[in-house]
């Protein structure tokens, strides 16, 4: 269900002009999260917007009992969202979510992350490091859009930027530099977190390959809880082709890449 706190904003920092790293004092959350999950953040005490914003963990300070997330701003949540300064008390519920990342010892992973759906990808990798052999493929637009870098670097054992247009390391898209390493690193676990068409190609590719894969959805999301069902996603391979949906925020939002259509 997650834990209802007020959790004081200690760290805030501007990684672009439209993408911010906020830390929470919430040492509750903290000793409990999972890679993957998420939290669910109210925005302001006014009426609008109503809703929580559903945002992930991107990391964990255990020792401390920080929570560090990081967000775009996309619309008015996480425009307000943005105006909070250090010292504000923020209302989050979290962590939340029941499918989250496996964590697996002495196998060797693929990582792929696409634009702002990296930000999950770094508490992963960084539960794995150390375990298994960490090899990190980010995707972005462009240079401007590239975010995280040095701290990707410091959680994997290969790491790899792509850019659409070239113009930060390698040209073309991250799926295609996993796909070279899966026979030379007999790469036997690939996690992924980005835009539909990315995660529509690594599930096409975890079939064919017969590699076993965890996706993040970050679907759209109303409540969060379960309750409005705004969040459902097909099920794949369901007995009689029935049409089952399974739903992210209660289900999700990490799944095995075979058991959703998308
Ligand atoms: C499980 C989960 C984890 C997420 N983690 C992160 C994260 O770590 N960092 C981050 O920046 N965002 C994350 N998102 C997306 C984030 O929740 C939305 O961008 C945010 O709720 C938008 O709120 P808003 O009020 O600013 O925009 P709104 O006014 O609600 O929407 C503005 C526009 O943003 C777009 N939008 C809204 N929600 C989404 C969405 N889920 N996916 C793609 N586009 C959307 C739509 O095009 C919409 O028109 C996550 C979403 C989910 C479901």
Redesign the pocket.
């Known amino acids: 269900m997650g834990l209802n706190v007020k959790a004081k904003l200690v760290i805030k920092e501007q990684l672009k002009p439209d ?1 911010f790293k906020f830390g929470i004092s919430a040492k509750e959350i903290a000793n409990i999260a999972k890679p993957g999950q ?1 939290l669910e953040i109210r ?1 302001t005490d006014n009426i609008v ?1 109503f809703l929580r ?4 963990i ?1 990391n964990v300070d255990k020792q401390n009992g920080i929570v560090e ?11 307000i ?1 943005s105006s909070k300064n250090i010292g504000d008390e923020i209302d989050i519920v979290g962590p939340l ?1 029941n499918g989250t990342f496996n964590i697996y010892e002495n196998k060797k992973i693929a990582i792929l992350g696409g634009g ?1 759906g990296v ?2 990808l770094h508490e992963l990798a960084k539960n794995l490091k150390d375990k298994s052999e960490v090899n990190v493929y980010l995707g972005f637009k462009n240079k401007d859009a590239v975010v995280l870098e040095d701290e990707f670097k410091k959680v994997s054992d290969k790491f790899v930027i792509t850019t659409d247009d070239g113009s930060y390391g390698i040209k073309g898209f991250a799926i295609n530099e996993l796909e070279k390493d899966i026979e030379e690193k007999k790469i036997e676990y690939i996690y992924a977190c980005g835009p539909l068409p990315m995660l529509k190609a690594i599930r096409n590719l975890s079939i064919e390959k017969n590699i076993p894969c965890q996706i ?6 109303a409540c969060g809880l379960g309750v409005c069902l705004g ?1 459902a996603v097909k099920k794949a391979n369901t007995e009689n082709d029935k049409t089952e949906y399974t739903y ?2 209660r289900n ?2 990490v799944f095995n890449a075979k058991s959703v259509e998308i």
């Open positions: 993408i998420f925005v917007p914003r559903p945002i992930s991107y997330f990081i967000f775009q701003v996309k619309g008015n949540g996480t425009k969202l979510g702002i930000f999950p993040s959805l970050e679907e759209k999301m969040c992210v925020c999700g939002p």
